[in-house]
């Protein structure tokens, strides 16, 4: 168990303006061990959301000349988002006036804080909830995807975030990130081994023991292993670039068909993999593949860049709608808006031009943390 830092909360605004507190590098939370606490559970993303966190937070220290295009696109996320339910957005306090002018303030909150990037999903934690009106969240003490990054700062967002949205602070014994985890909200989860049963995060522990942890830090009964991929992106494969929960039972997987593609032999794999599983009831899973893109838009973000990572299966479920990529290809955009728009009836399909971010190796779900709402 870590230990709690210091906190100070230094000041909050006025609601009209956009609500703004500015957050120290610590804050007191309740604290829970982990594997103690088997109330709690991770709730799926269909499930009804509390509100959105986003990360203004792009650097030129990481992302040179597209560290002021990708915060733009942070800031339209905000904004589209914003549409449908409350959104807020992390940002440094030096770039607290920008991310209130391009994200605007309509439905939208800011916490200032200490950041090293945008990929909130990874580094904030997971939430999960009592099932009787409690909210918690558990750190799986990022670092920086084994140490390829710098993170000093990011590895602190849970702790922080766990005070400033008054959940109780749960401490994982693991290192991992938010992104190598799809759950179903009913006791089934979908992961891959590459990034979890990893030396670069959980040394010396078995794909035994790193389950055993997982099940008890989230309110799991079955994980579904995929085996992922080792060292082709910065991630070592996180499941959210290859399997999405839709709702218990109902998966979509990536599918890649590109021969070219490093993924075109490991997303048939896992495809058999998931098309033969059943998940914690023993229910035989319904799986719908979503290929990406065969073609991109020929800009700066596409062009001669390995790490672009054009995945439509990281698209975000929220209240009443689903944000997902658009990546120019035609026939591929339409495809996944109306697979989208099948399997989340009564919900809007809202695509998104993302090459900006898509161009250091992420997409919509990396960047964003769903809050349940309880």
């Known amino acids: 168990m870590s230990t709690r830092r210091d906190f100070m909360k230094h000041l909050t605004l006025a609601a009209g ?13 309740p604290r829970a061990r982990a594997a103690l606490a088997g109330n709690w559970y991770m709730p799926d993303e269909h499930a009804a959301q509390e509100r959105m966190i986003l990360a203004f937070a792009a650097s030129t220290a990481i992302w040179r000349d597209w560290a002021t295009p990708v915060n733009d696109c942070i800031a339209l996320l905000a904004r589209t ?13 030096n770039q607290l006036s920008q991310a209130r002018q391009k994200c605007g303030t309509r439905n939208i909150t800011f916490l200032t804080m200490p950041l090293d990037d945008v990929w909130v999903r990874d580094y904030g934690g997971c939430f999960v909830v009592d ?54 909200g009913h006791g ?17 522990m078995s794909r035994a023991q790193i389950e055993a942890e997982l099940k008890a830090n989230l ?7 995929l085996p992922g991929i080792k060292g082709k992106d910065i991630t070592d494969a996180h499941v959210d670039f290859y ?17 070219q593609s490093y993924d075109h032999a490991v997303t048939r794999t896992h495809l058999q993999i998931l098309q033969n599983a ?24 596409t062009r001669n860049n390995p790490d672009f ?66």
């Open 17 to 29: 303006l956009g609500a703004v507190t500015s957050l120290g590098l610590g804050v007191g939370a």
């Open 243 to 259: 399997a999405r929960f839709v709702r218990p039972g109902v998966v979509i997987a990536n599918l890649d068909n590109d021969p």
């Open 219 to 225: 309110g799991l009964r079955k994980i579904i292993w």
């Open 188 to 204: 089934t989860a979908i992961i891959t081994e590459s990034c979890w049963v990893n030396g670069n995060r959980n040394p010396g």
């Open 278 to 301: 059943t998940d914690a009831d023993g229910r035989r899973l319904e799986v719908h593949t979503l290929p990406p893109p065969l073609k991109l838009r020929n800009n700066v973000y």
């Open 131 to 184: 099932g009787q009106g409690g909210s918690g969240l558990v750190d799986f003490n990022f670092n920086g995807w084994g140490n390829k990054q710098a993170h000093a700062r990011d590895t602190l967002v849970a702790d922080t975030l766990s005070y400033e949205l008054d959940a109780s602070y749960i401490a994982s014994p693991l290192v991992g990130e938010g992104g190598g985890i799809e759950v179903d």
């Open 81 to 93: 988002i914003a549409q449908y339910q409350p959104v807020t957005v992390l940002c440094r306090a």
């Open 309 to 374: 990572a054009p995945g439509y299966i990281n698209y975000l479920p929220i209240n009443g709608a689903v944000i997902a990529p658009q990546f120019g290809d035609a026939a591929a955009d339409k495809y996944c808006k109306d697979l989208l728009a099948k399997l989340y009836p009564g919900r809007s399909v809202v695509q998104v031009n993302i090459d900006p971010i898509a161009a250091g190796g992420g997409g919509i779900h990396c960047v964003s943390k769903h809050m349940p709402r309880v």
